[in-house]
């Protein structure tokens, strides 16, 4: 079946570091792949996402590349602040399953950026 | 920007009691579903709904949990009779279209503790 393997938190750093959250996958079909953030307090947010091989995703300094020969997403992101303590989830979506599929989703990772 | 909006933010419920939790997902959405996550797991899928019926449901998902649209703005998920294994934070997400590599907008979840 479909999975999604995330590296293990908490990830500490200090302000300005540079930040790898390792994400691999299992999927039955061409999947699409993503990275959700869950900042305090709040819902599960769409940082961004890939839907085909070597495509890289970006958003706000985090980038992403859609490595199919690796099945890997990982999350990077050059100069990390305080403010993107958070959550981050990676997640698929094969299209193989159904029109409608849901998301498949990783445990997650729990960054904390100290000053 | 629309938000998906769940209420009660955190429910405290005795076992083997009945609690709804409700969604308002964003307005224009025809894609609705239901995820939870039990504290350090991962986020799991439970169902999702589209034109007033289930379109997939997990196997978490038993006769235990039901969904339902009353109105044209709500959507809820009723567990019938929790247990102890039902603590978790639930998720509602909608998304507008049916394209696998669609996003889903989730809200801030609801946080279920059953004594």
């Known amino acids: 079946g479909n999975s999604v393997t995330q590296m293990e938190g908490p990830v500490t750093l200090s302000e300005e570091a540079f930040l790898t959250i390792n994400c691999t996958y299992t999927?039955?079909?061409?999947?699409?792949l993503f990275w959700y953030v869950q900042y305090p307090g709040e819902g599960l947010q769409l940082l961004l996402k890939a839907t085909k091989a070597d495509d890289k995703g970006s958003n706000k300094g985090f980038e992403a590349t859609y490595r199919k020969e690796t099945t890997s997403f990982h999350l990077e992101k050059g100069s990390v602040q305080v403010s993107d303590s958070a959550v981050y989830f990676c997640?698929?979506?094969?299209?193989?399953?159904?029109?409608?599929?849901?998301?498949?989703f990783g445990k997650g990772t729990r960054l904390s950026v100290i000053a | 920007e629309p938000e998906v909006t769940q209420t009660p933010s955190h429910q405290v419920t005795q076992m083997g009691q009945e609690v709804i939790l409700r969604c308002v997902p964003i307005s224009n959405h025809l894609y609705f579903y239901w995820y939870r996550q039990i504290l350090g797991q991962k986020v799991e899928f439970l169902v999702s709904f589209y034109n007033n019926e289930i379109s997939e449901k997990s196997e978490i998902f038993d006769d235990q949990f039901s969904v339902e649209r009353p109105d044209g703005s709500n959507f809820t998920l009723k567990i019938r009779s929790t247990k102890l294994e039902d603590s978790a934070m639930y998720f509602c997400?909608?998304?507008?279209?049916?394209?696998?590599?669609?996003?889903?907008?989730f809200g801030n979840g609801t946080r279920l503790t059953v004594t």
């Open positions: 999927a039955t079909g061409y999947p699409s």
């Open positions: 997640a698929l979506s094969d299209p193989i399953i159904s029109g409608n599929t849901p998301l498949v």
């Open positions: 997400a909608s998304k507008g279209d049916q394209m696998y590599n669609s996003p889903l907008h």
